[in-house]
């Protein structure tokens, strides 16, 4: 089975701790605005302190997708450096001839 990949949990669980203190409040009949205000800081504070380790694996995924191991070949590299070596094989040729 494949793994949930770090982002998608994280973003869930943030969801999460947005919606059920939002929820709840507005169960509480307060205003819906500042039921939505008073759940984001509490998202905020309960991500902060409890999603330690999630954040840190989305971080390390972005950073592992910004900077690869090795460097990505572009596509028309391969034909461009081909393009050069049969230039310099015709110019050592070419003087080859003459010299």
Same mark, same amino acid.
């Given at each position: 089975m494949?793994?949930?990949? !770090?982002? $998608?949990?994280y973003s869930l669980l943030?969801? %999460?701790m947005f919606a059920v203190p939002?929820?709840? $409040?507005?169960? $509480? =009949? %307060?205003?819906?605005?500042? !039921?939505a205000l008073v759940a984001a800081v509490i998202g %905020?504070? %309960?991500s902060y302190i409890f999603l330690r380790k999630p954040r840190e694996n989305v971080a390390r995924d972005l950073y592992a997708a910004r900077h690869p191991a090795t460097e990505p070949v572009h596509p028309d590299a391969e034909?461009?450096?081909?393009a050069l070596d +049969?230039?310099? +094989? !015709? +110019?050592?040729? =070419? !003087?080859? +001839?003459e010299g």
């Open positions: 494949k793994a949930v990949p !770090a982002w $998608l949990s943030r969801v %999460l939002l929820g709840v $409040l507005l169960a $509480l =009949q %307060l205003e819906w605005w500042l !039921a %905020l504070c %309960l034909s461009e450096d081909a +049969r230039l310099d +094989r !015709a +110019r050592d040729e =070419q !003087a080859g +001839r």
